[in-house]
């Protein structure tokens, strides 16, 4: 083998590292175990920022740490430390002072998961029937944390009226039925249907 297969050098950033962690327009900077789970510090290169309010080009004013449940990892639940930058706008007349670092990619202003934590859960809740139980525990978050977090994006999904779009056929799964009368109860949209089902 010609092409050496450790990290590059100190104080540079580590493009296998980056490619593992996936986050485009991130560099991972350090990656540590801590009690069972894995703590990936990521940061963004430095860059000319603009004030989001008054366009003047901004000053940098250090950095801060966001701390964020991440989806899991080889089988551990994974913290994604972010250096946010933070900036402060030099204009005397704007409102705004100082700001940080925001990217709705990796998690959106104010959440406690990652865009891909969020997208995780539902995906797990969709095709493997998870519980939200089990899934905060693969998180090594709370049910509370976690079903804050993806509520909002469920709500959002069951009012979209575009998921009926292009829908011919509904169909049920499989399922066990008791020898007796079973009453169901369909709602689809505004519909709601009963039916007294003799079983055999």
Do not use: N
Not at 59 to 71: F, I, K, N, Q
Not at 174 to 179: Q, Y
């Amino acid at each position: 083998m010609t092409d050496p297969t450790s990290c590059d050098a100190a104080g540079s950033y580590c493009e296998r590292c980056d490619l593992l962690v996936g986050l485009a327009g991130f560099h991972v900077t350090d990656v540590k175990e801590d009690d069972g789970q894995l703590k990936v510090m990521i940061e963004s290169a430095p860059t000319v920022m603009g004030c989001p309010v008054c366009g003047v080009v901004a000053h940098g004013h250090g950095r801060t740490v966001a701390e964020l449940v991440d989806a899991p990892c080889f089988g551990r639940p994974v913290r994604l430390r972010w250096r946010k930058h933070r900036w402060i706008c030099p204009e005397p007349t704007c409102l705004v002072g100082s700001f940080a670092e925001q990217d709705p990619s990796v998690a959106l202003a104010g959440r406690k998961l990652t865009t891909r934590a969020i997208r995780w859960a539902i995906g797990q809740l969709r095709d493997e029937q998870a519980s939200i139980q089990g899934l905060s525990r693969q998180l090594g978050t709370t049910w509370k944390t976690l079903w804050r977090a993806i509520q909002p994006v469920l709500e959002a999904a069951a009012a979209d009226e575009a998921r009926f779009e292009g829908v011919t056929s509904l169909g049920v799964d499989e399922h066990i039925v008791r020898h007796e009368a079973l009453l169901y109860r369909m709602e689809v949209g505004d519909l709601h249907w009963l039916a007294v089902v003799a079983a055999r």
